[in-house]
């Protein structure tokens, strides 16, 4: 009975250090994640250092693309790092996880969109365009034996998110938002001399009219729209509540 009574003691003390190595890790963990959700390249170093990680291009690209609560807009920020050869081959990693096959250009678009927040510079909304396209034809080869020129690819990818926020610019007058026949005219001659298909050109336009890209919901705007509207009716309410927006899933808050 006592050799019972022992062991049985000394399989509930495992359980526990089991069970307390797994709140620390989970706890380290999410650690990561706000790490990552203010500054990316501290959180990625972090993640591979407690053992999240593998410190390659396609293990952070599938921690990105199927991590909940990541920012959104951070991830466009890490992705975009132009000058950091890691971050570009993480992007190249993260689109070849989309499946583009058979989709229009502005319906793959939005699905890349939903689960990265472009960064607004140009020059890196031009380098995504750039990766994404290459995607996007390797998905559809039907779509780039008609192309002129592969990059042209990039031209109607970048004309599309130009197109998307001129139309959907809440403080753009009516009168000025780009016109069917401008969308059409500005690419004239873009597939390297050669004009692009008018029909796909014109059920562009018309999908990015009806409805203009957004980015997937995460837990970070979340959190920042649940702060902004306590802070504003009462200044100071979002610190003793702090805890409980961590604790809780926000769609469990009134």
Do not use: W
């Not at 999240?52 to 920020?77: H, N, R």
């Not at 996880?97 to 319906?107: E, M």
């Not at 926020?165 to 004239?188: A, I, Q, R, S």
């Amino acid at each position: 009975t006592k050799q019972r009574s022992s062991s049985s003691k000394t399989r509930a003390l495992a359980e526990f250090r089991e069970l307390m190595l797994e709140v620390e890790r989970k706890r380290n963990f999410r650690v990561g994640l706000n790490l990552f959700n203010t500054h990316p390249d501290i959180g990625i170093d972090y993640m591979v250092k407690q053992g999240f990680l593998e410190l390659s291009p396609m293990s952070v690209a599938k921690f990105l693309q199927t991590t909940t609560d990541l920012s959104k807009a951070k991830i466009g920020e890490y992705l975009g790092q132009l000058q950091n050869a890691f971050s570009m081959k993480t992007l190249s990693c993260f689109l070849e996880k989309f499946d583009f096959t058979g989709l229009r250009v502005d319906k793959a678009l939005r699905k890349f969109l939903k689960a990265v927040q472009v960064p607004g510079e140009a020059q890196k909304i031009e380098k995504m365009m750039e990766v994404f396209g290459k995607r996007f034809l390797k998905c559809n080869p039907g779509f780039s034996s008609k192309l002129k020129s592969s990059e042209s690819i990039v031209t109607l990818a970048f004309a599309v998110m130009l197109l998307n926020t001129d139309l959907h610019t809440p403080n753009l007058k009516p009168d000025k938002k780009m016109l069917e026949k401008d969308f059409t005219n500005n690419l004239k001659g873009a597939d390297a001399g050669q004009d692009f298909d008018s029909k796909l050109l014109k059920a562009i336009y018309k999908g990015i009219k009806k409805q203009e890209f957004e980015s997937g919901v995460d837990h970070v705007t979340q959190t920042q729209l649940l702060r902004t509207r306590i802070t504003g009716k009462a200044p100071g309410l979002s610190e003793p509540h702090r805890r409980l927006v961590c604790l809780c899933r926000l769609a469990e808050v009134a």
